[in-house]
Nanobody, 124 residues
Framework: QVQLVESGGGLAQAGGSLRLSCVASGRTFGNYAMGWFRQAPGKEREFVAATRWMGGSTSYADSVKGRFTFSRDNAKNTPDLQMNSLKPEDTAVYYC?????????????????WGQGTQVTVSS
């Protein structure tokens, strides 16, 4: 059974940082792509960033370019999402998703597996 579990969300002040992690189990994800999406109250789910699970090509939404970046956690062998210079508009539930094959995509429809989400709240 495939399971994606997000962690690292929480409360941060504007200008602060958080690091999101997604641990996957149930199969080998070496040839998968990882995507991060977010959904704020009353809004549709939107693309944040994506990368190949083992590293390589990346894609970021314009709203987070220059602030969010993938950083590899070698202990967990997974790409974490480092979020810097956080803004109140970054407040949302953040979801990790996985798709096969490992081609990055900004479309939620392309992803096969989803985590339960982790709340990120940024105060002004």
């Amino acid at each position: 059974q495939v399971q994606l579990v997000e962690s690292g969300g929480g409360l941060a002040q504007a200008g602060g940082s958080l690091r999101l992690s997604c641990v996957a189990s149930g199969r080998t994800f070496g040839n998968y792509a990882m995507g991060w999406f977010r959904q704020a109250p009353g809004k549709e789910r939107e693309f944040v960033a994506a990368t190949r699970w083992m590293g390589g090509s990346t894609s970021y939404a314009d709203s987070v370019k220059g602030r969010f970046t993938f950083s590899r956690d070698n202990a967990k062998n997974t790409p974490d999402l480092q979020m810097n210079s956080l803004k109140p508009e970054d407040t949302a539930v953040y979801y990790c998703a996985a798709r096969f094959p490992g081609v990055v995509s900004a479309s939620a429809l392309d992803y096969d597996f989803w985590g339960q989400g982790t709340q990120v709240t940024v105060s002004s």
